[in-house]
């Protein structure tokens, strides 16, 4: 055992791990492009973007040198009373690739505070007119985050259980799958008469956590016209979706009803530096706009629009708007769908689904999210250089834009070659 491994052991409490398993962590030394090194010097491709964030690739160029231009010039400022130029350029830039309509930028540091602050917005903007609304809406097997409340919005219990008696109120409705959406339309109706709703929180047609579950787009069309309707306020959850994962700047580009509150983090800084940010429609904001001091968004934090991840995020904009980029989010978008022509028919294969950048297959073999079956999975892929992250039964892939084919085609074959030994191991 390294002295790394060793040092971590005694010190450090890692997330999502039971430590008691004894799992050992590997020792990541170097990243580069879509390339992790360990401190043995063996590479892995990094089929997942390190959880959605190193989307241009690990230590990009261009962000570095943007942020170390800034590094020079403002380190970090407190954000109430003050304010500075690299934040009046992002949320300058945000609003212009964000959905339309969306107006005003509050920053925060991760996708739990983006969307906490998210349904605090929903909250206060009925609070604040008066309105006697303090249910929120929310997917099933959705997931929003570890705070209080986008744990309460969340439905997956590995995370929860311990914590639920302290939720905020919550109803839940189905995803739409193209046979469902009139009895989801009619539910929804029976919950807002009896509990009247204050938002709608949603990843907007694909949810991460829930294993690339996929929505019928014309089904969650629906949903929001109705919830437009009745002054839902909605709360596009783009954590993990936004900038360009699903072939478009934002997944709400491809629905006709817009969100009145957008929640961005994880590849808004490129996989740099940790920041959150939640936009709104003036509509919202208005809300909030008032003599009374009681009726501002009392929320905060010691990083907001810390200048070093404004710099990091303004030049992944930049990026991600390039032409080159675009098409490179395209072109993985077609390998995703010749992969997924050659790998629907397997035997282990129940279902497989694509949108944009991430590609995602379903094993026909029953196993728990966090089993044996699974790490043997996960195992077999970091044995082949391969950094893919199975969710249960879920094999997934969401890569760095900058992949090569040769690259991309190497986690095929993998994929390829797992298929077949385990069908060996099954038959």
């Given at each position: 055992?390294?002295?790394?491994?060793?040092?971590?052991?005694?010190?450090?409490?890692?997330?999502?791990?039971?430590?008691?398993?004894?799992?050992?962590?590997?020792?990541?030394?170097?990243?580069?492009?879509?390339?992790?090194?360990?401190?043995?010097g063996k590479e892995y491709i990094d089929g997942i973007s390190s959880w959605y964030t190193a989307v241009y690739g690990h230590c990009n160029e261009y962000i570095l040198q943007k942020v170390t231009e800034q590094m020079q010039q403002l380190d970090q400022v407190v954000f109430s009373g003050f304010t500075h130029e690299p934040a009046i350029q992002l949320a300058e830039?945000?609003?212009?690739?964000?959905?339309?309509?969306?107006?005003?930028?509050?920053?925060?540091?991760?996708?739990?505070?983006?969307?906490?602050?998210?349904?605090?917005m929903a909250l206060q903007y009925h609070y604040n007119q008066q309105n006697n609304r303090k249910v929120m809406l929310a997917f099933e097997e959705g997931f929003h985050g570890d705070t209080f409340g986008a744990m309460s919005v969340s439905d997956l219990s590995v995370y929860n259980g311990a914590f639920q008696e302290?939720?905020?109120?919550?109803?839940?409705?189905?995803?739409?799958?193209?046979?469902?959406?009139?009895?989801?339309?009619?539910?929804?109706?029976?919950?807002?008469?009896?509990?009247?709703?204050?938002?709608?929180?949603?990843?907007?047609?694909?949810q991460g956590a829930a294993a690339m579950k996929m929505h019928h787009e014309e089904g969650l069309e629906e949903i929001l016209k109705f919830c437009k309707s009745k002054d839902i306020i909605l709360?596009?959850?783009?954590?993990?979706?936004?900038?360009?994962?699903?072939?478009?700047n934002f997944a709400s580009a491809y629905l006709q009803t817009q969100p009145d509150i957008v929640c961005m983090s994880k590849a808004l800084t490129a996989g740099l530096l940790p920041m959150g940010a939640t936009s709104c429609t003036q509509k919202v904001f208005d809300a909030f706009y008032d003599?009374?001091?009681?009726?501002?968004?009392f929320h905060g934090h010691t990083y907001t629009a810390n200048p070093l991840a404004c710099s990091a995020a303004l030049a992944g904009i930049k990026l991600l708007t390039s032409p080159e980029m675009q098409q490179n989010i395209q072109q993985i978008h077609q390998h995703h769908l010749a992969f997924n022509e050659?790998?629907?028919?397997?035997?282990?294969?129940?279902?497989?689904?694509?949108?944009?950048?991430?590609?995602?297959?379903?094993?026909?073999v029953e196993m728990s999210r966090y089993g044996n079956l699974r790490d043997k999975i996960y195992?077999?892929?970091?044995?082949?250089?391969?950094?893919?992250?199975?969710?249960?039964?879920?094999?997934?892939?969401?890569c760095p834009y900058v992949i090569s084919k040769s690259q991309l085609h190497r986690i095929y074959e993998a994929i390829l070659n797992l298929l077949d030994e385990l069908r060996e191991d099954v038959c």
């Open positions: 055992m390294s002295n790394l491994i060793e040092k971590d052991q005694q010190y450090i409490w890692h997330p999502l791990t039971q430590h008691k398993l004894k799992k050992k962590m590997l020792p990541i030394k170097k990243a580069k492009g879509v390339i992790l090194t360990d401190e043995n830039a945000l609003v212009n690739i964000l959905p339309e309509g969306q107006q005003k930028i509050f920053f925060n540091d991760n996708g739990s505070t983006a969307t906490e602050i998210g349904i605090k302290h939720f905020i109120a919550v109803k839940r409705i189905p995803v739409p799958n193209g046979e469902n959406t009139q009895e989801i339309l009619s539910q929804l109706e029976e919950i807002h008469q009896q509990s009247p709703l204050a938002g709608f929180i949603y990843e907007p047609l694909v709360v596009a959850d783009e954590v993990m979706t936004g900038f360009g994962k699903t072939g478009k003599d009374n001091i009681a009726k501002g968004l050659q790998v629907k028919n397997h035997p282990l294969v129940a279902n497989t689904r694509c949108k944009g950048t991430i590609f995602a297959l379903d094993l026909s195992n077999y892929f970091m044995s082949k250089g391969i950094y893919l992250r199975p969710l249960g039964k879920t094999i997934y892939i969401a």
